[in-house]
């Protein structure tokens, strides 16, 4: 296994999804919702959509690049 290649990859997603600070706020919605009220299958939905959108809920607009436009939501 390529360590250095692993860490690069980890880096670009990371940047991808609008750096650490997205990350800290994925993390952070996450535990809201496993935190939250509701059967375990609500939760689960809850945060597959609450990774659609990187960051603090609403945010996306604001972290992506400029000139870019958001990629199709498929059905």
């Known amino acids: 296994m390529n360590l250095g290649r692993l860490a690069k990859r980890a880096q670009q997603l990371i940047d991808k999804r609008g750096g650490t600070n ?15 009220k509701g059967s375990a299958g609500n939760k689960a939905k809850a945060a597959a959509e609450a990774l659609k959108d990187p960051g603090a809920p609403g945010k996306e607009a604001e972290r992506r690049p400029q000139g870019k436009k958001p990629a199709p939501k498929s059905s």
Not at 26 to 35: M, P, R, S, Y
């Open 22 to 36: 997205a990350l800290k706020e994925d993390a952070q919605e996450l535990g809201d919702i496993v935190k939250g």
